[in-house]
């Protein structure tokens, strides 16, 4: 049997250092050392830190196979290029792969639950009804009826909605956010308009004066009938009657009876407007849709104008709730077949109301506008016009402001006392409280609602009462008989408010209504004679103000008929 012979291997002593031997190709007497110096020379330099222990350069662990082995020198991240290693019969071996690679799906991050406030889920919208055709108007061209409303995928139901231990959805964790609504605005910027001053309107809510004015009754125009208070009790359900009278909304300058006032130096102011212009202005921090509003200079007086063909004395619905109407739903709830719904249904609620057929309160003046533009055969709606004048500082405010109805006093020695009527209405039992539920049960919890989803509506007529020396503010609660149908109303319940209560809980506060008022009339006295015309934003909390021509919107049709009205639908 033959021995195994142990052969010694060849060793490169290294005796000038450390490290693989240098030496020249062909010369030396080991037949591997060549080829692998050679392989070591293509070894990138590799990193390190100060803080690495000396071991790392003969650190022969650092490539490990066993499972949760942490080399001792990976600190710096430097270990990558001293995983090298070299296999002769790897290189002219080379592995093609054809397989289509999945790329990795994205996991969703895992929130916590105790760290997640739950949220209220978005509440049904109802559907269209096949067949159902919807009122054409101007109002359809406005700020409210342009909306381009998108919401993010996924609202609505959630996965084990209804199910033990469900949440709601919240739309922060899908990871998306929902996409805000683009509104247009309420009148087409032109090119060659430019913008003469900005206002913030979060500053303008924290505007105050000392005092409020005292108003002074220059002059009254007009007539009223009586508020029918038993017919229309806090719970009822009565149906809305159409009523065929004739209603007038006449700017300012239109006015014949402020024209007089100009001309008369007892009764002359620097400041112009109508009570439902000055609404506006007081309400802005409010306002959600887009406005505008024009601003005569002449010499050192300032005349508050609406722009014809505007949607200005239209009602808006829902407009400061959580999901406004949008157009991309039903058209019959779309934001401007909304509008004409509520503005025609506050005109035969504020009709329906009244007291025909017996005495009225008749005031100084018969009413101004009875003889321009009537219909022949329709009753012009009675209202009452009281021009007021008040001081704010260095200007004089002369306003028209308008009562809707008059109830008697219970004391033959005080006078009667003045209403504004005013109705809102219920479009969809599913966007809010159930009013036919809930009106006679909770109506502090519905008119809070209310508040919440019509604040801007609600302080305008506040403010209106406010300027207009109404005492009490009637209010009447009008539902849909269908909620397909938008021309059968039924009046659920009437509700009268006194204007300071109201105000109090409207947190409608008078000084801060007239700091708004003189802020802009300070800003107003700065402008040359001209044209301007004041702007919302329709996307931003911005009001600008815009020098215009002079001859800006007077090419429109005057045949339309803007400045009168015909109550109709229901």
């Not at 219970?410 to 006078?415: F, L, R, S, V």
């Not at 700065?526 to 600008?544: A, E, H, M, T, Y």
Request: overall charge neutral; some cysteine.
């Amino acid at each position: 049997m033959q021995e195994a012979v142990f052969r010694v291997p060849a060793i490169a002593d290294n005796e000038e250092g450390w490290g693989p031997v240098s030496v020249t190709l062909g010369s030396s007497p080991l037949p591997n050392l060549v080829s692998t110096t050679k392989k070591l020379n293509e070894i990138p330099y590799a990193p390190f830190s100060k803080g690495d222990r000396v071991g790392k350069a003969a650190d022969w662990y650092s490539v490990s196979t066993k499972p949760g082995f942490q080399p001792r020198y990976q600190n710096y991240g430097a270990s990558a290029p001293f995983s090298y290693k070299y296999e002769e019969d790897d290189e002219s071996f080379q592995v093609v792969d054809t397989r289509t690679v999945k790329p990795a799906q994205y996991t969703k991050k895992k929130y916590q639950q105790f760290a997640q406030r739950p949220q209220r889920p978005a509440p049904n919208q109802q559907g269209t009804s096949k067949g159902q055709t919807t009122s054409t108007s101007s109002a359809g061209k406005g700020a409210w009826g342009k909306q381009a409303a998108t919401t993010a995928a996924g609202k609505g139901k959630t996965s084990g909605q209804g199910g033990s231990g469900a949440r709601p959805y919240n739309r922060y964790q899908d990871g998306g956010r929902s996409k805000q609504r683009s509104r247009e605005s309420s009148v087409d910027i032109k090119p060659d308009w430019n913008v003469v001053e900005q206002f913030e309107i979060a500053a303008l809510s924290k505007l105050s004066v000392s005092s409020v004015p005292e108003p002074e009754e220059l002059t009254t125009a007009g007539s009223l009938e009586y508020f029918n208070k038993q017919g229309f009790p806090a719970s009822s359900n009565i149906k809305l009657e159409r009523v065929e009278r004739q209603f007038f909304k006449i700017t300012t300058t239109d006015d014949p009876i402020i024209r007089e006032l100009t001309e008369d130096p007892e009764k002359e102011g620097t400041v112009y407007a109508t009570d439902a212009i000055l609404a506006h202005l007081t309400s802005c921090p409010r306002s959600v849709y887009s406005w505008d509003l024009l601003v005569h200079r002449v010499g050192s007086v300032t005349f508050l104008d609406k722009r014809e063909q505007s949607q200005f004395d239209y009602l808006t619905v829902n407009e400061t709730a959580n999901e406004p109407p949008s157009d991309d739903k039903d058209p019959v709830n779309s934001p401007a077949a909304l509008s004409q719904e509520a503005t025609f249904i506050n005109q035969n609620f504020s009709q329906q109301t009244l007291l025909k057929g017996g005495k009225k309160f008749n005031f100084e003046r018969p009413n101004p506008f009875a003889g321009e533009g009537g219909k022949e055969g329709v009753t012009v709606a009675p209202v009452g016009y009281r021009y007021r004048r008040w001081n704010i500082g260095e200007h004089t405010l002369v306003a028209r402001t308008e009562v809707d109805a008059v109830l008697p006093s219970k004391d033959a020695d005080h006078p009667p006392s003045f209403l504004l009527v005013k109705a809102l209405n219920e479009f969809d039992p599913k966007s809010g409280v159930d009013w036919r539920k809930k009106l006679d049960t909770s109506r502090g919890a519905v008119l809070a609602t209310e508040i919440k989803n019509n604040s801007n509506k609600l302080a305008k007529w506040t403010s209106q009462a406010i300027l207009a020396g109404a005492d009490q503010i009637a209010i009447g609660y009008v539902s849909r008989q269908s909620v397909k149908d938008s021309f059968a109303h039924a009046v659920l319940g009437t509700q009268i408010y006194p204007t300071k209560d109201f105000a109090a809980q409207m947190a409608l506060i008078p000084k801060n209504m007239w700091g708004i008022l003189k802020h802009f009339f300070d800003s107003f006295a700065k402008l040359p004679s001209g044209k301007f015309i004041l702007v919302k934003d329709p996307n931003k909390p911005i009001i600008r103000l815009y020098a215009v021509p002079l001859d800006a919107f007077e090419d429109l049709d005057e045949s339309a008929p803007t400045t009168s009205s015909t109550s109709s639908s229901s």
